[in-house]
């Protein structure tokens, strides 16, 4: 990846995070090596932090990290979750971070309506699967709470799954876009 590409995601990245609410409670559906959750609690200093990854290695994604382009195997995958783990164990042991290993719509579904201030989403990237996370996480947001969405006008393995996902859950009308700020979607839960 190019240096000005790279300078051009962190740059989006960047402006989301600092349209999420500082101090809430909030949940990031894919959470890979943990980086960008380290961006998370250090600009939005959450309540408390949800990270939601299962960790599994997908052989038929052999283009995706955990499909064979980084991760080569489960135990590659066990590894990177046990490195979150150790990472973030202060957070943990604090209650600030809270660790889910499984599914996102698993994960999802043990959160109570209403309950969470921001998701962001950024796990598997094929269509179905960002529909089901946007389609689950909606109603675990609160009136008003953000629903944002990385890769959004990325290419890759996905086959533009993240765009196609997002803009046909905006035009269902059960979200109001807020912002697209190139590689990220930020979307709101209506306040009815």
């Given at each position: 990846m190019?240096?000005?590409?790279?300078?051009?995601?962190?740059?989006?990245?960047?402006?989301?995070?600092?349209?999420?609410?500082?101090?809430?409670?909030?949940?990031?559906?894919?959470?890979?090596?943990?980086?960008?959750?380290?961006?998370?609690?250090?600009?939005?200093?959450?309540?408390?932090?949800?990270?939601?990854?299962?960790?599994?290695?997908?052989?038929?994604?052999?283009?995706?990290?955990?499909?064979?382009?980084?991760?080569?195997?489960?135990?590659?995958?066990?590894?990177?979750?046990?490195?979150?783990?150790?990472?973030?164990?202060?957070?943990?042991?604090?209650?600030?971070?809270?660790?889910?290993r499984s599914p996102s719509t698993e994960a999802l579904s043990l959160f109570a309506d209403g309950g969470l201030d921001w998701i962001y989403v950024d796990g598997n990237h094929l269509y179905d699967a960002v529909m089901g996370d946007l389609t689950t996480a909606l109603p675990k947001l609160r009136p008003g709470g953000l629903l944002a969405c990385d890769d959004y006008g990325s290419p890759g393995w996905w086959d533009d799954g993240v765009r196609r996902a997002v803009d046909e859950f905006v035009a269902g009308g059960a979200v109001e876009a807020v912002a697209d700020l190139g590689s990220q979607f930020i979307m709101r839960r209506p306040v009815v």
């Amino acid at each position: 990846m190019a240096l000005w590409s790279r300078y051009g995601l962190a740059k989006s990245r960047y402006r989301l995070v600092k349209m999420l609410p500082a101090h809430g409670v909030g949940a990031e559906i894919g959470v890979w090596k943990g980086d960008f959750s380290a961006s998370l609690l250090r600009h939005t200093r959450p309540k408390q932090l949800h990270l939601i990854d299962p960790w599994i290695f997908e052989e038929d994604l052999p283009r995706a990290w955990y499909g064979g382009l980084a991760a080569r195997s489960q135990a590659d995958m066990d590894a990177i979750s046990e490195a979150v783990r150790t990472r973030f164990a202060a957070e943990i042991a604090a209650g600030t971070v809270v660790v889910h290993r499984s599914p996102s719509t698993e994960a999802l579904s043990l959160f109570a309506d209403g309950g969470l201030d921001w998701i962001y989403v950024d796990g598997n990237h094929l269509y179905d699967a960002v529909m089901g996370d946007l389609t689950t996480a909606l109603p675990k947001l609160r009136p008003g709470g953000l629903l944002a969405c990385d890769d959004y006008g990325s290419p890759g393995w996905w086959d533009d799954g993240v765009r196609r996902a997002v803009d046909e859950f905006v035009a269902g009308g059960a979200v109001e876009a807020v912002a697209d700020l190139g590689s990220q979607f930020i979307m709101r839960r209506p306040v009815v």
